[in-house]
C-alpha cells in the first residue's frame, strides 16, 4: 500500500525566509502533485512533476522530484504572508486520477 | 471556461437517510474523480469515471457509489448515511493523465 509522507506538518515562518516542505513516499510513481489550499476552499494545482529530476518553479515556490529516493521538495523562497495556506503533494497511483496524498503542511508565515 | 461546477455546496442530512452529488467536469474532460477530505482521514480517493465506465474505486464500502452521464457530467450516491460520512467531498476533472488535475469547491456534506 502506498504511503505518502510530509514533513514538517505545520511549519511557521517568518517573511522573507526560505524553507524547504518534504514528501516521502514508499512505492514506486512517476507522477507527483502539489497542491495548495486556503481555509474553507479547495484545491489548487501548483506543480506536475513527471520524471526524475524534474524541476518547476513558480514565482517564490520551486517543486523538484527524485524518484529514485522516492523523495519531492517544495521549496519556499523569501516567504510572503500571501503564501500562508495548507500545501498538500499527492502521488499518482496506477492509470488515471487516483492520487494518495499526504497529510499537508500547514504554512503560516508571520509579518 | 468554467472550472469544476459540484452542487450543492452545503447539505444537511440525518443518518440513515440517502444523498446525491452533483460533478460538472470543465470543458473537454471526460475523467471525473471523486475524494473524501476530512480532518482525521485527510484527502482519500473514492472512485474515478472515464467515459461513463469506473476506472478505479478507493477502498470505501458499497455505500458510496457513482456514475457517469455521457455528457461527462457525474454524480455520487451514499446510502444510510452514518455520522462518519460528514466530510467535504471534493470532485477533480482532467483532459489526459499527465495533466492537472483540477478540483471543484466541494460539497460539505454534514450528517446529524
Known amino acids: 500500500e502506498l504511503k505518502v509522507e510530509q514533513n514538517p506538518l505545520f511549519l511557521s515562518m517568518q517573511e522573507g525566509k526560505n524553507y524547504t516542505i518534504y514528501c516521502n513516499y514508499s512505492t514506486t510513481s512517476d507522477r507527483l502533485y502539489w497542491y495548495r489550499q486556503d481555509p474553507g476552499k479547495s484545491l489548487e494545482s501548483l506543480f506536475v512533476?513527471?520524471?526524475?529530476?524534474a524541476v518547476k518553479q513558480e514565482g517564490r515556490l520551486m517543486a523538484s522530484l527524485d524518484t529514485k529516493a522516492r523523495l519531492s521538495t517544495l521549496h519556499i523562497t523569501a516567504a510572503v504572508h500571501d503564501l500562508s495556506a495548507t500545501y498538500f503533494c499527492?502521488?499518482?497511483?496506477?492509470?488515471?486520477?487516483?492520487?494518495?496524498f499526504g497529510a499537508g503542511t500547514i504554512l503560516r508565515v508571520k509579518s | 471556461k468554467a472550472g469544476v461546477t459540484q452542487t450543492p455546496r452545503y447539505l444537511i442530512k440525518t443518518r440513515g437517510q440517502q444523498v446525491t452529488l452533483s460533478c460538472s467536469p470543465i470543458s473537454g474532460h471526460r475523467s471525473v474523480s471523486w475524494y473524501q477530505q476530512t480532518p482525521g482521514q485527510g484527502l482519500q480517493f473514492l472512485f474515478e469515471?472515464?467515459?461513463?465506465?469506473?476506472?478505479n474505486k478507493g477502498n470505501f464500502p458499497g455505500r458510496f457509489s457513482g456514475r457517469q452521464f455521457s455528457n461527462s457530467r457525474s454524480e455520487m450516491n451514499v446510502s444510510t448515511l452514518e455520522l462518519g460520512d460528514s466530510a467535504l467531498y471534493l470532485c477533480?476533472?482532467?483532459?489526459?493523465?499527465?495533466?492537472?488535475?483540477?478540483f471543484g469547491s466541494g460539497t460539505q456534506l454534514s450528517v446529524l
Open positions: 469515471y472515464f467515459s461513463e465506465t469506473q476506472r
Open positions: 512533476l513527471l520524471s526524475n529530476g
Open positions: 477533480a476533472s482532467r483532459v489526459g493523465v499527465n495533466e492537472k488535475l483540477f
Open positions: 499527492a502521488v499518482g497511483m496506477e492509470y488515471g486520477n487516483k492520487l494518495v
